[in-house]
């Protein structure tokens, strides 16, 4: 059955909210609240996150009814103390769910991208990835397997992914009477700060008894300093998602013994060796131009940055009625771009490649269209051609990562 996505309307609607936060910021004088490099990561990886799960939604949904169908223990009617009572046990899920995120290294490969964010505002909401989504499932498959019905389960989820969105800002200040049953933007703040005081509290998405219940909870007194106790130091779009899990392989191999690997994998992420990563930073990360100048190209990062934006809400609008090869040429495309985006913040010097790599991926797709893919020779000759005789490559490293001073 084919069917339009609403969910395409999440994207200008984020960027509706995002757009009023900017401006209520700038007129009550925080500009602060937002930093350029960090906001333009943030979107770029909720982006990423937005456009994979297009591809394993419907597999997410079809795991629920399968559990469902096959494996429920209880017989649960669908009536509006049903909603109620799901409304709870969706957030106590999410306790555990989150919880674990942070007490488990392998959990907190997917979740400490999240929280790499410095900044606390709508953009470090959009800042989940696929991998956080996975393990999501994964937990939500106790609801349909308690016996809630799969098709209240998705709704359910949907309000409760659409309300964690609005805690993340620092707009709203503390509610005190609110904090007693919901997590307000305040509590939520205090969840990702990095001081002491604050570390692994308020893991509820809702509701704050569950955190009073297991001792977790902390209300803001000092104004929190948002962010990871050991920042990353990286803008890069695959760096930021994949260096935990290259942290937790190195502890791995440096460990001796079933029972010490084991800890690696499934142990606490407070016991993680903290020379690991800026051994793999030095191997993974050394070739960038000038990190710490103010990029020139603001505007050649909010075009890309828009295009993803736009192809993803149309992308998204049509998903169903599109041929495969029109998904994996969006699916690679707004990929790359994304890529290019980090690199572009970063100045790293290869960007060029992939600039000659998107406009193969590009002419490639609309030659297949035409039908003319037998032409593909002629975008690589004009390339290889270009390069040769105008050495394209130096030009757009003297343009485009051409700094200026601060
Ligand atoms: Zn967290
Ligand atoms: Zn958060």
């Not at 996505?5 to 995002?18: K, R, S, T």
């Not at 190195?250 to 800890?263: A, D, I, N, P, T």
């Amino acid at each position: 059955m084919k069917n339009i996505n609403f969910l395409a309307f999440a994207m200008p609607a984020f960027f509706l909210f995002l757009f009023i936060e900017y401006k209520i910021a700038q007129r009550r004088k925080k500009p602060e609240i937002f930093n350029y490099e960090s906001s333009v990561s943030n979107i770029s990886i909720g982006i990423a996150e937005r456009l994979i799960n297009l591809f394993i939604a419907a597999s997410f949904y079809q795991l629920y009814y399968l559990i469902y169908d096959d494996y429920r223990i209880f017989d649960i009617p669908r009536n509006p103390f049903v909603w109620f009572a799901l409304i709870l046990a969706t957030d106590f899920v999410w306790y555990w769910y989150h919880r674990l995120g942070h007490e488990v290294n392998f959990f907190w490969a997917a979740h400490i991208v999240h929280h790499h964010s410095e900044e606390f505002n709508f953009t470090a909401a959009a800042r989940i990835t696929t991998f956080q989504a996975v393990i999501r499932t994964g937990f939500w498959c106790i609801l349909p397997f308690i016996g809630f019905h799969p098709a209240m389960v998705i709704t359910m989820l949907i309000v409760h992914g659409a309300y964690s969105f609005f805690t993340h800002t620092q707009l709203i200040g503390k509610i005190k009477w609110l904090e007693y049953i919901f997590v307000t933007p305040s509590v939520h703040g205090v969840h990702h700060a990095s001081d002491e005081k604050y570390l692994d509290k308020n893991y509820g998405d809702m509701f704050t008894f569950w955190d009073r219940l297991f001792g977790t909870f902390q209300t803001e007194e000092e104004k929190p300093k948002y962010g990871l106790t050991h920042p990353l130091k990286s803008y890069s779009f695959l760096w930021q998602h994949f260096h935990y899990y290259f942290e937790i392989y190195e502890l791995m191999k440096r460990s001796k013994g079933f029972k010490e690997k084991w800890k690696a994998v499934f142990g606490s992420p407070a016991n993680m060796d903290q020379d690991i990563r800026p051994i793999l930073e030095k191997r993974f990360l050394q070739d960038n131009a000038c990190p710490h100048q103010r990029l020139r190209f603001k505007n050649y990062l909010y075009i890309q940055l828009g295009i993803s934006t736009l192809v993803l809400t149309v992308f998204t609008y049509y998903f169903d009625y599109l041929q495969v090869y029109d998904k994996i040429f969006v699916l690679s495309f707004i990929l790359i771009t994304l890529v290019n985006c980090g690199a572009l913040l970063e100045q790293r010097k290869w960007i060029y490649y992939i600039e000659y790599a998107r406009i193969f991926i590009v002419t490639t797709y609309f030659l297949y269209e035409g039908d003319l893919l037998i032409f593909l020779f002629v975008p690589l000759a004009v390339m290889i051609f270009a390069e040769q005789l105008f050495s394209l490559s130096k030009r757009y490293q003297n343009v485009v990562l051409q700094l200026e001073s601060k």
